[in-house]
């Protein structure tokens, strides 16, 4: 088993759990936790995700003991590329898109390490927070001559900019959480030891604010970035005229006129 889950008050918790390997992923894992984060975005159950993992590590993404077994099935040195090919489209990228579109939000608990892959997957999340203890390492050119992974470039150099993580990624850097959290990379840096206290309370607030529509929320921060002024205006004014048709902004109102927390619990169906 390479991942573990407890759903406790609609907060679904996976625990990354091979920590004397620094949690990595087989070829098979990739594809079944891609699986099985698809499975809790789609389920009512589910109102919040948060991944975390155990020992000294976050996870240092691909087990490349697991990745040159299934690229090499016939124990030669020649690399089969249509199985490559296979293990991106349906492990690791598939993987990497069902944290970045959950219909639910995702939470990442860096308790330690996180490299390679593995970056991927805490950056793909909605809400990164961070132990003392957690650090970024980039290892894919310097340490195996590759191009960083599982959306890894594209999350990196989007929270962090060109001029951080373009020489991060050429030189292998270490980045401390401290680092991490100036370059925006992440969003608190918390004691180890109240590291999953805390992200249990930023997901149980979550989970008890208007879960529907925050795929929106995500859509419109990414967006923002990449287009300009005037596209995003235009968002914002299509999707609204969506949104103030729920029952969601509907008790957002009342609330506000009684003077009181809003219950967006009560207007999922």
């Known amino acids: 088993m390479e991942f573990k889950t407890d759903l406790t008050d609609g ?16 070829v098979e894992g990739f594809m079944e936790f891609g699986q099985a984060i698809s499975e809790a975005s789609e389920n009512d159950e589910v109102e919040a995700i948060i991944i975390t993992g155990e020992g000294r590590g976050f996870s240092v993404g691909v087990d490349l003991a697991s990745l040159l077994g299934f ?36 939470l990442a608990a860096l308790n330690g390490i996180v490299a390679g892959g593995g970056i991927g997957i805490a950056l793909g999340c909605d809400v990164i927070i961070a132990s003392e203890k ?45 680092e991490a959290q ?55 004014r299509e999707k609204n005229i969506e949104l103030v048709q729920s029952d969601a902004f509907e008790e957002g109102v ?4 009684e003077k009181r927390k809003p219950n967006f619990r009560a207007t999922r169906g």
């Open 71 to 106: 690229l090499r099935p016939d124990g030669g040195k020649d690399m089969d590329q249509k199985r490559l090919a296979a293990m991106f489209d349906e492990g690791v990228n598939a993987m990497a898109t069902a944290i970045n579109t959950s219909k639910k939000p995702t």
């Open 254 to 257: 009342s609330a506000f006129g």
């Open 182 to 236: 100036s370059w925006g990379l992440i969003w608190k840096v918390v004691a180890p030891d109240a590291l999953l206290e805390t992200a249990r309370g930023i997901a149980a607030r979550l989970a008890a604010g208007p879960v529907q529509m925050y795929p929106a929320v995500r859509h419109a921060v990414d967006a923002a970035s990449a287009q300009g002024l005037q596209d995003q205006l235009a968002y914002e």
């Open 11 to 26: 907060v679904l918790t996976f625990t990354l759990c091979q920590p004397e390997k620094l949690n990595p992923f087989s």
């Open 134 to 178: 957690a650090a970024f390492n980039m290892p894919f050119v310097t340490g195996l001559g590759i191009l960083p992974d599982c959306g890894s470039s594209w999350l990196f150099a989007r929270a962090a900019g060109r001029g951080r993580a373009l020489p991060a990624i050429l030189l292998g850097e270490t980045v401390s959480a401290q």
